[in-house]
């Protein structure tokens, strides 16, 4: 065996699982910078996604986001935190082209994708699972995968494997009805599905809302397991102080802006920030 690799197919040279559950290559084409509504262009350099000075809200309703900007690169995990009404779902909607972005731009691997759709942006390589409404209940655990495969044309059982290697309680599940599971598992569906897609980029809005402190450690150790494939994750995160804990890169939004910014360990360490947002 060469020296620095493993001999375990499914790890890299790191000891990390297999990166081909993740698509670094991405299918999205450069188009000029002078675009029309949905086309793109390049801007190289910078942060793997980026929602850029973001600026916006919904509809014709007043602007939520003020300048507000949040980012991740890969192998990264980055939280979004703060106090309710903050605008963390809104900054990460934001990103994902579910409200409109009056000022400022999204950018994802160089590209500007601020008037893609998010059917467009799925495409391009963005998996984001929602707080809610994110499983089929009716439909089976392998069936809810399947469907998160649906922009794949190619065998899509390898990932699925890997899926159920990252969350076996899948595989003993994967005949059961996704609405008879317990909380937690249907947020492994709502994960597993997203990454079926073989995304570029996985963003996240509360996986951990509604679950027991067992439950949320259990997720919060799969995430990492998946941020070691290099996959970048962007995370809205409820549990500020043990969100924080695992986050490489960490924002602190307040009335839609960015009151503090750092690495986890630099916001678990402020002493405004934990007794503003983290109980002292």
Do not use: W
């Not at 190619?154 to 699925?160: E, G, R, Y």
């Amino acid at each position: 065996m060469t020296a620095g690799m493993s001999d375990n197919p499914y790890q890299d040279d790191k000891g990390n699982k297999d990166a081909s559950i993740t698509n670094t290559a991405g299918i999205g084409t450069m188009t000029p910078a002078h675009r029309k509504s949905g086309e793109t262009h390049s801007v190289k350099g910078g942060p793997f996604l980026i929602g850029d000075t973001m600026t916006g809200g919904y509809g014709k309703g007043p602007d939520i986001l003020h300048d507000c900007t949040i980012a991740v690169d890969k192998g990264e995990i980055a939280v979004i935190v703060g106090p309710n009404g903050a605008g963390k779902s809104t900054a990460m909607k934001a990103v994902f082209g579910m409200l409109d972005v009056r000022a400022g731009a999204v950018r994802l691997d160089g590209e500007d994708i601020t008037t893609l759709t998010p059917q467009d942006r799925v495409i391009r390589g963005m998996g984001f699972v929602p707080q809610t409404q994110n499983i089929f209940t009716s439909m089976t655990v392998e069936e809810n995968l399947e469907m998160g495969a649906f922009i794949r044309r190619d065998d899509i059982s390898d990932t699925m494997e890997q899926v159920y290697d990252l969350f076996p309680i899948l595989r003993d599940k994967r005949d059961q009805a996704a609405g008879e599971l317990s909380g937690g598992q249907r947020q492994q569906v709502a994960v597993g599905r997203a990454l079926m897609t073989q995304p570029k980029v996985l963003m996240l809005d509360e996986p951990t809302a509604g679950v027991s402190p067992i439950v949320m450690d259990e997720l919060f150790d799969r995430i990492i397991e998946v941020s070691r494939t290099g996959l970048p994750i962007l995370m809205v995160e409820q549990n500020a102080r043990q969100a924080l804990e695992i986050a490489d890169k960490g924002y602190v939004l307040v009335q839609g802006r960015n009151a503090y910014t750092g690495t986890g360990k630099e916001l678990l360490a402020d002493p405004e920030v934990r007794k503003s947002f983290l109980g002292g």
